[in-house]
């Protein structure tokens, strides 16, 4: 039988994964992007590792599930939602948007609560165990924090406006918690004809990446939808 210390293992990792989550949104609110999204990769790879090493110890526990989603929230859910509350500031608003100017920034926070429902709707779906229905909570977190700085820092500041922003916020709230199927980068064998999809999809992203550094992560994320959009309709 595993010992205490064995048993909290993974909830340490699931507890590191909390940490970077709550420092990306404090950098995210403070307008450091890069910093968000160092600390929102840094969550991902704990947000994997604890599952596996609960595996490995064989110690799944209700709680360590529990504590896995909150944190998740807080990393891949909040953390997004103050880097696109910050985007808000720094971005035009359109003259017949200026009503409402003040609240706009405030619309970010939907994403926060699509990423909860987004969840606790995967806590409890069991065909989501070898792909996902719906947008991935950390693919939605890293799409906004490569986002925001390639809008930040780039040449795109001068035309994408606060219209353009909220309409994200919507579709990619929407994604999370729709019935559209994605493929899981999980790989059981290594052969192409069994993962030739997956093969693709990764040739592509690092080619983007070598292009564009981090600000093609948001091009990655694009280039999953767009993919799994495609394979969807062939079904």
């Not at 160092?38 to 595996?55: E, K, P, T």
């Amino acid at each position: 039988m595993p010992n205490i210390i064995t048993r909290n293992i993974p909830n340490g990792i699931t507890s590191c994964n909390l940490f970077c989550g709550c420092i990306a949104s404090y950098m995210a609110f403070q307008g450091d992007f890069r910093m968000a999204m160092l600390f929102i990769v840094l969550g991902a790879v704990f947000d994997f590792f604890d599952g596996m090493s609960a595996r490995l110890l064989n110690v799944s526990s209700p709680i360590g599930k529990e504590l896995d989603s909150l944190a998740d929230n807080i990393t891949f859910g909040l953390a997004p939602s103050a880097v696109v509350f910050s985007l808000f500031m720094e971005i035009d608003i359109p003259e017949f948007m200026s009503g409402v100017s003040d609240l706009l920034p405030y619309s970010a926070f939907i994403i926060s609560v699509f990423s909860a429902l987004r969840l606790a709707k995967f806590n409890l779906d069991e065909r989501q165990t070898t792909s996902f229905i719906g947008m991935p909570t950390p693919a939605n977190a890293l799409f906004w924090s490569s986002l925001a700085i390639c809008i930040s820092e780039g040449e795109y500041l001068q035309w994408f406006n606060a219209l353009y922003l909220l309409l994200l916020v919507f579709v990619m709230s929407f994604l999370l918690v729709s019935e559209l199927p994605m493929f899981s980068l999980k790989f059981k064998k290594l052969s192409w004809k069994t993962n030739k999809i997956k093969y693709i999809f990764l040739i592509v992203s690092i080619s983007l990446l070598v292009l564009y550094g981090v600000n093609g992560l948001a091009a990655v994320i694009l280039w999953y939808i767009l993919l799994s959009v495609f394979l969807y309709k062939k079904i």
